[in-house]
């Protein structure tokens, strides 16, 4: 059985070493991150709830045009007659 390095496992090492291993592995990653501080949270929800409703608007404002349009050449067909 090969790691997901690629790497060859010796045929000593059981499932607790390499778990072992991994966790070790796993809270090293964790160091290394840095995390946002929360006042970078608060502005990246404000822009993706700006963006995300400025979308929805656009979107909306798109969808309703259409409909007008398509409503003075063809009335019936909106009217779901």
Do not use: N
């Not at 390095?5 to 607790?16: D, E, I, Q, R, T």
């Amino acid at each position: 059985m090969a790691a997901l390095s690629g790497s060859p496992v010796s045929a000593s090492s059981g499932l607790p070493a390499r778990a072992a291993d991994f966790w070790t592995g796993l809270k090293s990653e964790f160091k290394k991150i840095i995390w946002p501080t929360p006042m970078q949270i608060i502005g990246q929800t404000v822009v993706v709830v700006v963006v995300v409703t400025a979308m929805t608007l656009l979107l909306w404002a798109l969808d309703s045009g259409w409909r007008l349009v398509i409503g003075l050449i063809s009335p019936h067909r909106l009217m779901g007659g």
